[in-house]
Each structure stands twice: as structure tokens, then as C-alpha cells.
């Protein structure tokens, strides 16, 4: 299995990614919504020979804290075929897409998601408690990507297209 940068020849596919992985297109709307308005900071696939069995996107999120914005990422989606699944092909994705984040600046990176999964990747939800954002609770964690960035909150911007408030 290789991790790579998606590419346009890689959109039908990835559809079908999403749309298998959660049984319904809700996911596969929002990655492409996130494309068409540039909003795609990260997005890769796990591909092996010609067939592609997992994506993961991250969008730019911005956190307001003390008049200053805080460069952050949004995790969202991560998805993997059914049959490819529990084989650490979403975990390789993470780990990746973490890492191309880091690389990219961002202080921190934020998800809403399963709350015993994520934490493997160092994500917590103690950490995500200062911020102001429409979600809370074990879910919504962030993983520090510069440390103690999160210490004094702030107020998150999730990209357009994930329809919350701004």
C-alpha cells in the first residue's frame, strides 16, 4: 500500500470511498464541497496496484484567540473501504496526514470522531475543551501540533462548506 497526494483522476473513486465507507453520500458531498471551494489542505489516498481503498481530507480551520488566528487543520473525513478496513490503513492515512499538516504549519489539528480511536493519534478531548466551537464534548478533540498553543482557547472557523456557524 502506498500513501499518496489524491489527484482529479482520483475523484470518482474516492466518492465511492466515502459513500461505502458511511452508507450514505452526506461525506462524499462534503469532500467535494471542501474542493470546490479550495478548501482542501490535505488530502490523500491509500492506493495498492491501481485500486484506491482509503482517503482522508484535512481543510484549513482558524482559531481566533486574543485578536491573533491561530493556523489549524480540520480533520475530516477519513474513510476506508469496508473490505480494506481494520488492516491500519486509516491509521496510516492519520499519521501522514498529521504529518503533511505539521509540515504545512499548522499549530493544531482538530476532529470530531470516535472517541476511542482517536486518541491513539494523540488527539484528546481535555485539549479541545478551551475552545469556543459548535461541537464539545468526548468527540471534538485536538492534537497540539505546537505545544501549549491550546492553553488559552479561542473561537474555531471551520471551512464553508461543513455548514456551522462561522
Not at 479561542?154 to 462561522?166: D, E, I
Amino acid at each position: 500500500m502506498q500513501i499518496r497526494n489524491a489527484t482529479s483522476r482520483d475523484y470518482a473513486a474516492i466518492r465511492q470511498i466515502a459513500r461505502h465507507t458511511f452508507d450514505q453520500a452526506d461525506e462524499a458531498d462534503l469532500i467535494e464541497h471542501l474542493r470546490a471551494d479550495g478548501d482542501a489542505l490535505v488530502e490523500l489516498v491509500a492506493a495498492s496496484g491501481i485500486a484506491l481503498q482509503g482517503h482522508i481530507l484535512y481543510s484549513p480551520l482558524a482559531i481566533e484567540c486574543e485578536g491573533e488566528i491561530i493556523a489549524a487543520a480540520a480533520l475530516a473525513p477519513v474513510a476506508v473501504l469496508p473490505a480494506f478496513q481494520r488492516q491500519g490503513i486509516g491509521a496510516e492515512l492519520i499519521r501522514a496526514g498529521n504529518a503533511r499538516c505539521a509540515e504545512l504549519g499548522c499549530a493544531a489539528i482538530i476532529v470530531l470522531g470516535h472517541q476511542d480511536y482517536y486518541p491513539k493519534f494523540g488527539f484528546s478531548a481535555a485539549t479541545a475543551e478551551s475552545l469556543e466551537a459548535p461541537f464539545s464534548g468526548p468527540h471534538f478533540m485536538a492534537l497540539e501540533r505546537r505545544p501549549g498553543v491550546m492553553k488559552a482557547g479561542g473561537r474555531v472557523r471551520y471551512a464553508k462548506a461543513f455548514g456551522v456557524r462561522r
